[in-house]
């Protein structure tokens, strides 16, 4: 997911609980919701603010006046920078994107802005989409999220996205580029394409894209590729990325120098946690330069591991072609005699490919996630198990992330270039100690094991991350005209949004362990407690 050097970004999450009070809209004056409150009696203690891990702030419960506090805190934390905090005479102008007007903008907008006050379309900078949905009576109710010790209801609100009626860059001064970077993900060329076919319909004339990553920036043997939407118009049937992906890349001060050099004031970064680090660096410091620019991010991780949105693009299509391994292992381990099906699935932090996968297929009888931890031996481990499941059934398939198990290999110092630790093979240490197990037992099995990593990787988009792809790169593009900056868009209660970036990049998102949807997988797969 990172892309720029650990040296680099380490600085960025350190401090991002540090995150400035940027420009910004006033709060928008709605309702409270009619809830009722909770039986139990305030506490009158002080306990750790946990809702972000990033903002780990002490607020005192017994204060009648916290739950305002706490609102004008998280109104001050999910602010998103806006160019006028830099350039606060910057003058708006009425937007070039109106989809009532079908004929082509005007060369240079000789005869003026087109403009349309009748259409409806705009999305008005006081609106606002609520971040959580659930009002949770208890803190011992499943997958409960409390601010406080009594999980008292607090509306909490974050910007939506989508096209402005003013906007803050005039097209034709405009000089766009887009940077992929970290792993392959299902879905590159789709927001790539939307980024360029959007760019183009606000009368955007230069579109360049930044080949391999971040790398692009600095490496003079890579030229930036021009783009238009007769470049983009197929892109999306394939996988993989047109602009190639790296991890690694030069220094923030470097890749802001080259963005002087070549002309850009809009930056679109599609990456996950690590790109988006580097894209809040490359904000930061064009800040500091005083460059008006633009810098938005796209979240891509196929782990879908960002916190706050409802999933990021790729995920959909990693779970659909995830059941095709899955389905091969039960076919291998159901026809073989003691067969046992072994399915390695992403995920380095998270198991939510894994977790949905399994739940998905029906096929699993035993889903592993970096989250819940196990053990292989002893009465309550994965063996005895396997040896319960091939003594009843016949056979068995086990599907685990990445991530999970770590602690039972032997670690090494290794990291990649995004600074993430080179994690042993979770996969192979559990086909080997099945073997290994039962060979002792003297009970006869045939093992099978699939890492279907790369394969679902290089996808294309299914449907369904097609359209998350689509809208995403068009919100991207208006969120940048409407003069936002180190910001990222996605999805909350399924409405898109412009987040911060570093509210969402502070630490992987991670599945609940007494949450509903690991509770509704331990109920499909019948699996007990491994510890």
Same mark, same amino acid.
């Given at each position: 997911?990172? &892309?720029?050097?650990h040296?680099?970004?380490?600085?960025?999450?350190?401090?991002?609980?540090h995150?400035?009070?940027?420009?910004?809209?006033?709060?928008?004056?709605?309702?409270?919701?009619?809830?009722? &409150?909770?039986?139990?009696?305030?506490?009158?203690?002080?306990?750790?603010?946990?809702q972000?891990k990033? +903002?780990?702030?002490?607020?005192?419960?017994?204060d009648?006046?916290?739950?305002s506090k706490?609102?004008?805190d998280?109104?001050?934390?999910? #602010?998103?920078p806006?160019?006028?905090?830099?350039?606060?005479?910057?003058?708006?102008?009425?937007?070039?994107?109106?989809?009532?007007?079908?004929?082509?903008?005007?060369?240079?907008? %000789?005869?003026?802005?087109?403009?349309?006050?009748?259409?409806?379309?705009?999305?008005? #900078?006081?609106?606002?989409?609520l971040l959580?949905?659930?009002?949770?009576?208890?803190?011992?109710?499943?997958? %409960?999220?409390?601010i406080?010790?009594n999980?008292?209801?607090?509306?909490?609100?974050?910007?939506? %996205?989508?096209?402005?009626?003013k906007?803050?860059? =005039?097209?034709?001064?405009?000089?766009? $580029?887009? /940077?992929?970077?970290?792993?392959?993900?299902p879905?590159?060329n789709?927001?790539?394409?939307?980024?360029?076919? &959007?760019?183009e319909?606000?009368?955007?004339?230069?579109?360049?894209?930044?080949?391999?990553?971040?790398?692009?920036?600095?490496?003079?043997?890579?030229?930036?590729?021009?783009?238009?939407?007769?470049?983009?118009?197929n892109?999306?049937?394939?996988?993989?990325?047109?602009?190639?992906?790296?991890?690694?890349?030069?220094?923030?001060? @470097?890749m802001?120098?080259?963005?002087?050099?070549?002309?850009? #004031?809009?930056?679109?970064?599609?990456?996950?946690?690590?790109?988006?680090?580097?894209?809040?660096?490359? +904000?930061? @410091?064009?800040? =500091?330069?005083?460059?008006?620019?633009?810098?938005v991010?796209?979240? =891509?991780?196929?782990d879908?591991?960002?916190?706050?949105?409802?999933?990021?693009?790729g995920?959909?299509?990693?779970?659909?072609? %995830?059941?095709r391994a899955i389905?091969?292992?039960?076919?291998? $381990?159901h026809?073989?005699?003691?067969?046992?099906?072994?399915?390695?699935?992403?995920?380095?932090?998270?198991?939510?490919?894994?977790?949905?996968?399994?739940?998905?297929?029906?096929?699993?009888?035993?889903?592993?996630?970096?989250?819940?931890?196990?053990?292989?031996?002893?009465?309550?481990?994965?063996?005895?198990?396997?040896?319960?499941?091939?003594?009843?059934?016949?056979?068995? /398939?086990?599907?685990?992330?990445?991530?999970?198990g770590? #602690?039972?290999?032997?670690?090494?110092?290794a990291?990649?270039?995004?600074?993430?630790?080179v994690?042993?093979?979770?996969?192979?240490?559990?086909?080997q100690?099945?073997?290994k197990?039962?060979?002792?037992?003297?009970?006869?099995?045939?093992?099978?094991?699939?890492?279907?990593?790369?394969?679902?990787?290089?996808?294309?988009?299914?449907?369904?991350?097609g359209?998350l792809?689509?809208?995403?790169?068009?919100?991207?593009?208006?969120?940048?005209?409407?003069g936002y900056?180190?910001?990222?868009?996605?999805?909350?209660?399924?409405h898109?949004?412009?987040?911060p970036?570093p509210?969402?990049?502070? +630490?992987?998102?991670?599945?609940?362990?007494?949450?509903?949807?690991?509770?509704?997988?331990?109920?499909? &797969?019948?699996?007990?407690?491994?510890?």
């Open positions: 997911m990172g &892309t720029l050097s040296a680099a970004i380490a600085p960025r999450l350190a401090a991002l609980h995150h400035r009070a940027s420009h910004g809209l006033s709060h928008p004056s709605s309702p409270s919701l009619r809830l009722p &409150t909770s039986n139990g009696v305030a506490k009158k203690s002080r306990v750790v603010f946990a972000s990033s +903002h780990n702030q002490h607020f005192d419960f017994s009648p006046d916290w739950k706490f609102q004008r998280f109104e001050r934390r999910f #602010n998103i806006h160019i006028t905090d830099v350039f606060p005479d910057a003058v708006p102008i009425p937007s070039t994107f109106c989809l009532r007007m079908r004929t082509p903008v005007i060369e240079d907008f %000789a005869g003026g802005y087109p403009s349309d006050e009748e259409w409806h379309g705009y999305i008005n #900078n006081n609106d606002r989409v959580k949905t659930i009002y949770y009576s208890s803190p011992t109710s499943a997958g %409960a999220e409390c406080d010790p999980c008292t209801w607090v509306e909490q609100w974050v910007h939506r %996205a989508g096209p402005r009626e906007i803050y860059f =005039k097209p034709e001064e405009v000089k766009a $580029a887009i /940077v992929t970077c970290g792993g392959l993900c879905g590159l789709d927001v790539i394409r939307q980024i360029v076919i &959007t760019l319909i606000y009368g955007v004339k230069k579109i360049v894209g930044i080949p391999y990553g971040y790398r692009g920036f600095s490496d003079k043997e890579l030229v930036e590729m021009p783009l238009s939407r007769k470049v983009v118009q892109v999306h049937l394939s996988g993989g990325s047109l602009l190639g992906v790296s991890r690694g890349g030069p220094s923030v001060s @470097e802001v120098d080259s963005l002087e050099e070549r002309g850009i #004031n809009m930056l679109f970064v599609l990456g996950g946690n690590g790109t988006h680090a580097g894209a809040d660096a490359i +904000h930061t @410091e064009c800040r =500091k330069r005083r460059l008006r620019v633009a810098v991010g796209v979240p =891509k991780t196929i879908n591991d960002i916190l706050l949105m409802d999933k990021t693009f995920f959909d299509t990693a779970v659909e072609e %995830a059941q389905s091969s292992a039960y076919i291998e $381990a026809s073989a005699y003691h067969g046992v099906g072994i399915v390695k699935l992403m995920g380095r932090s998270s198991g939510f490919i894994a977790m949905h996968a399994s739940l998905s297929s029906g096929q699993i009888d035993i889903c592993l996630i970096p989250e819940v931890p196990f053990q292989m031996h002893g009465p309550h481990g994965i063996l005895h198990h396997l040896k319960y499941l091939i003594q009843t059934k016949g056979s068995a /398939v086990v599907c685990v992330a990445e991530g999970a770590q #602690n039972l290999l032997q670690k090494t110092n990291t990649d270039a995004s600074g993430n630790v994690f042993g093979d979770i996969g192979v240490h559990i086909q100690e099945t073997k197990y039962f060979k002792e037992a003297g009970v006869p099995v045939d093992v099978k094991y699939i890492d279907p990593t790369y394969m679902i990787r290089a996808c294309r988009a299914n449907a369904s991350d359209i792809c689509a809208v995403l790169g068009q919100n991207a593009v208006h969120g940048a005209f409407a900056s180190g910001i990222t868009v996605g999805t909350c209660n399924t898109y949004v412009y987040l970036i509210e969402v990049i502070s +630490h992987p998102r991670q599945i609940d362990p007494n949450s509903r949807m690991w509770h509704r997988c331990l109920t499909s &797969t019948g699996q007990p407690d491994f510890v």
